[in-house]
């Protein structure tokens, strides 16, 4: 009985995954010339602006809540090239593409 049981429950698991990765997943793109920065709590706007100078950016937008940035790349680098570039400065916490998603409408 045991292994009978066993055995449904294998099946399940492999019926289950099968649906999971059989659904369609959301869609999702990086804005191509869009980045995302988090600068550390202490970095001064002197080291912001010189760095923002740098990567060759303009600032879009600020997200207060999360005390996040959104910047247009105006250098001929691409998003992949910068955030490689810059992920382990010691003023950026965090260095991210702007992803847009997309829901399935049902």
């Given amino acids: 009985m045991l292994q ?23 869609q999702s793109d990086n804005k191509s010339n869009e980045i995302l920065i988090k600068f550390k709590t202490n970095t001064s706007t002197t080291v912001i602006d010189s760095l923002i100078k740098e990567i060759g950016l303009e600032k ?15 250098s001929k680098s691409s998003v992949d090239e910068i955030i ?10 965090f260095i ?9 409408k049902k």
Avoid: A, G, W
Avoid at 7 to 21: A, E, G, K, N, Q
Avoid at 60 to 74: A, N, Q, S
Avoid at 96 to 104: A, G, H, Q, R, V
């Fill in 84 to 93: 490689e570039k810059y992920r382990t400065n010691p003023y950026i916490e």
């Fill in 96 to 104: 991210e593409p702007n992803y847009s998603y997309k829901t399935d």
């Fill in 60 to 74: 879009i937008k600020e997200i207060p809540r999360l005390d996040v940035t959104l910047y247009k790349i105006h």
């Fill in 4 to 26: 009978f049981i066993n055995h449904i429950m294998i099946l399940i698991i492999m019926l289950f995954s099968v649906l999971l990765f059989s659904c369609k997943q959301n």
